[in-house]
């Protein structure tokens, strides 16, 4: 056994003992118990939304990789535990914004899915392989490198912790934003445990979940598995197919087997496995918006030409008639170890873990009920492995390290397609030309495109933690990192119908130009201007040194002060969404890699407690400024007109938030948290125009948005509720409010007045009773069936079409739950 352990070896945190040797012994985990005391078994439930505070007690995290309490953290974190999650009905990533007002979970489909705090982390609305988030997501430890293995049903979660700004000294992969890090709960050594939860709803609800755990050597070997299964039916009626969309249906499962070998030495292995197959993404008419564009060629008059109406001009009638195929299927799954070895002056700790995740979509990209796009869909198969390795010393001294190390290896693999239809020539080309009357010059034209990506990351960093004095610490941190990255893009264009039949490749493309004249040649222009042959080949590597350090002041055990510089980077990426082309149609090579960001951050922090902690008022305020921005930037500075990934020059982000909490007893709980953030580009000056200035003959090329709001992030972001219960029977009867608001938001990224979704408020009930071990409540979310978006998109062309996606509408249902 310990030959295999130096592969598996690693150390804790900074200042902190490690987070896997507490884990994986089922320690000290969020709940409300005494960092310095053993738990005391509460006597009655405790009113826990946002998992505040019992009197007397404390909220302990591994936020920083060890057990400390949340106040004395000088980082702005946020924690929540699995039971308020369970109770609120947040089971997965997406509805964490609700309780978190600096986070922002932005997906069209879960492919297409980012996580931002802060409005910093991924560029708004684009899905592209070659680039990182810059907010890592971490489970028991493991870094996710696809956000969209992120959508799947939380189930025995222990506490969700949501860390706010630059992280790159304490988590392996760089993280420059802040991350999420879920903790599921750990197999029981010492006694057989069960829980199980059913729930039933409106929209034909059913979610049933179950976990249980045994010790199979008393002390010494312990299993756990958890399960989830969610159904419902669509929200979103679609007339075309007769059914409704905007399913769930979920499927997902995990394993765990705990060895402690001997007292100081642990491994957790786990195993998981997710299916969600629901029938959904879609986006559908919303509103128009005038463009530049002849009015010939924009919305109306094209849809009046082929006599078509959408079902709906309200979006909130939730009904469409999309025509092509719709689905969102994704496999997630992987295996990870974890070892911890105490070897009394320090702790190593390994996490090694592989990972898949794979995608099979289909989707309606012209958004309306007409077949101008048949087919578009990107399958994707991803695999990663990761090992991270660190070593931290134990116990309270003077000066406390952390050393690590981080290897991480992604493949990818997509093979695209789109296909256009017998309405892609009068709806894509020129009215006045002849090629737009032939519904054959367009249809069945496919573009099939082979993507490949390899990316490996190493990375060694360290923290320390001088305590000058019992009060005053000083916290360097420092990371040396190197990315590499290369990618393979081969889009081949080809056409087979009664009329046309060829087949375009990047090498052939201009000799099948050349051999043409007169209209023929007009002809094959406007194909391959609509789905364009390319083939490229991009690279990038790169090291950096990145670091911060922290100051922390004890003003008293209930009073806590800090502040933070750090100096970050987002690894650069490479363009793999095909790059725009030269008059000779070659791919402008130049565009084929981005640079990294580069982040100067800078926090203030206060946290108190008052009231023998009953009230907690936690403040940050931050000024981030990044420079290389990687955001969609348009090449009209090359001589043509597309889209892609590009850096901009300047991007500044700054704000104050607030956390706090109050429960002057058992009875009663109360929670507020608010941000006000400011985000803005400061140097933009070739960004894609907004669509009222994109589409006419003399539209300008590119815009300059400098001193526009970053899209997004509302000014605004409050979340707020609390609970309350009087004891019945033996048990309590109980109350919980659960509310959300935010501020108007750009929904493009160049801002546009179509395209700004309104400010709205959520509101979510629940009503119950508990006793022992059960609990059984009603529950309401969105209890007012507020209408609101969460995207909006523009439809491409600069038609003037703004499609959206509604949230969802009131939901009503009930749940038990009971544990053994």
């Not at 709960?185 to 057989?192: E, V, W």
Request: aromatic share 12%; glycine share 8%.
């Amino acid at each position: 056994m310990l030959a295999a352990f130096p592969l598996l070896l690693a150390a804790a945190s900074p200042q902190a003992i490690a987070l896997a040797d507490n884990d994986t012994r089922a320690a000290v985990h969020a709940s409300a118990t005494t960092a310095d005391q053993p738990a005391a078994p509460a006597p009655e439930p405790q009113a826990d939304p946002q998992a505040a505070p019992t009197p007397g007690g404390d909220i302990v995290v591994t936020a920083r990789r060890r057990t400390e309490r949340l106040q004395t953290v000088p980082i702005a974190v946020a924690v929540l535990s699995g039971e308020t999650l369970a109770n609120a009905g947040a089971f997965n990533v997406n509805r964490l914004q609700q309780f978190q007002p600096a986070l922002q979970f932005y997906s069209s489909n879960p492919r297409n899915s980012s996580i931002n705090i802060r409005g910093l982390g991924a560029p708004f609305g684009l899905t592209n392989d070659g680039i990182e988030q810059g907010v890592g997501l971490y489970i028991d430890q493991v870094y996710i490198g696809r956000i969209g293995a992120s959508t799947f049903d939380f189930v025995d979660i222990e506490r969700v912790e949501v860390l706010r700004g630059p992280q790159g000294s304490l988590y392996g992969k760089n993280t420059t934003a802040g991350a999420v890090n879920i903790t599921t709960k750990k197999p029981n050594l010492s006694s057989p445990e069960a829980t199980f939860e059913a729930s039933t709803g409106n929209y034909g609800l059913v979610q049933l979940k179950g976990s249980a755990s045994a010790p199979i050597v008393d002390g010494q070997l312990a299993a756990r598995i958890s399960t989830s299964v969610t159904k419902r039916g669509g929200t979103i009626y679609d007339t075309a197919i007769d059914k409704n969309i905007q399913k769930q249906d979920n499927f997902g499962v995990r394993g765990q087997l705990l060895w402690q070998a001997t007292p100081g030495l642990s491994f957790n292995l786990s195993a998981d496995f997710s299916l969600q197959n629901p029938y959904c993404c879609v986006q559908y008419y919303a509103r128009l918006g005038a463009t530049q564009r002849p009015l010939n060629r924009q919305y109306a008059a094209l849809a009046a030409a082929f006599g078509y109406t959408p079902p709906s001009f309200d979006p909130f009638d939730r009904v469409t008639d999309l025509d092509a195929d719709i689905n969102s299927r994704q496999e997630v799954g992987g295996l990870s170890l974890v070892g911890s070895w105490d070897i009394g002056s320090a702790t190593l700790t390994s996490v090694t873990a592989w990972r898949y995740w794979d995608w099979k979509p289909a989707n309606d990209r012209d958004f309306t009920g007409l077949p101008i796009t048949t087919v578009s869909q990107n399958p994707s198969h991803q695999t990663q492995f990761s090992q991270e390795l660190r070593i931290a010393s134990s116990g309270d001294r003077k000066v406390n390290y952390t050393l690590g190390a981080f290897y991480f290896d992604q493949q990818i693999k997509t093979s695209g397609s789109q296909v256009q239809g017998p309405a892609a020539s009068a709806w894509v080309l020129n009215p006045t030309s002849a090629d737009s009357k032939n519904p054959l010059v367009l249809d069945g034209l496919t573009s099939t495109n082979t993507i490949r990506f390899s990316n490996q990351s190493f990375a060694v960093f360290g923290k320390l933690n001088w305590a000058v004095t019992d009060k005053f610490h000083i916290q360097p941190g420092l990371r040396l990192n190197y990315d590499k990255k290369s990618g393979f893009y081969d889009a081949t264009v080809s056409i087979a119908n009664s009329q046309y039949n060829f087949v375009a490749t990047a090498d052939n493309v201009q000799a099948l130009l050349d051999s043409k004249t007169g209209a023929a040649k007009t002809t094959f222009q406007n194909q391959i201007s609509t789905l364009a042959p390319q083939r490229y080949s991009p690279r990038f590597s790169a090291w950096n040194v990145s670091g911060d350090l922290t100051l922390s002041y004890d003003f008293s055990p209930e009073i806590h002060a800090y502040a933070t510089y750090a100096r970050s980077f987002k690894s650069g990426g490479i363009n793999l969404s095909g790059l725009p082309l030269d008059a000779s149609n070659k791919p402008i090579l130049s565009a084929a890699a981005v640079k990294p960001e580069k982040v100067n951050h800078f926090e203030l922090g206060l946290k108190t407690q008052f009231f023998d902690r009953k009230l907690t008022l936690n403040l940050a305020g931050f000024w981030t400024e990044v420079g290389d921005y990687q955001a969609t930037v348009t090449n009209g500075q090359l001589g043509v007109i597309r889209g892609y990934l590009a850096n901009v020059a300047k991007v500044r982000v700054r704000g104050v938030e607030f956390d706090s909490s109050y429960r002057p007893s058992a009875r009663f709980s109360l929670y507020v948290n608010g941000a006000f953030t400011d985000a803005r580009y400061v140097d933009f000056k070739d960004a894609p125009c907004p669509p009222e200035l994109s589409g006419g003959t003399n539209s300008p090329a590119f815009c300059d948005v400098s001193g526009q709001i970053l899209p997004g992030m509302s000014k605004w972001s409050f979340s707020f509720g609390g609970e309350y219960n009087v004891p019945v029977g033996g048990g309590q009867v109980y109350i919980g409010y659960d509310g959300s608001y935010r501020s108007k938001f750009s929904s493009n990224p160049s801002r546009s007045l179509y395209t700004d979704i309104d400010g709205y408020s959520l509101s979510n009930f629940r009503l119950g009773f508990r006793k022992d071990k059960w609990n059984v409540y009603a529950w309401v979310r969105n209890a007012f069936n507020q209408n609101y978006f969460e995207l909006l998109s523009v439809q491409s062309g600069s038609t003037g079409l703004i499609v959206g996606q509604p949230g969802d509408p009131r939901t009503y249902g009930g749940t038990f739950r009971i544990s053994f």
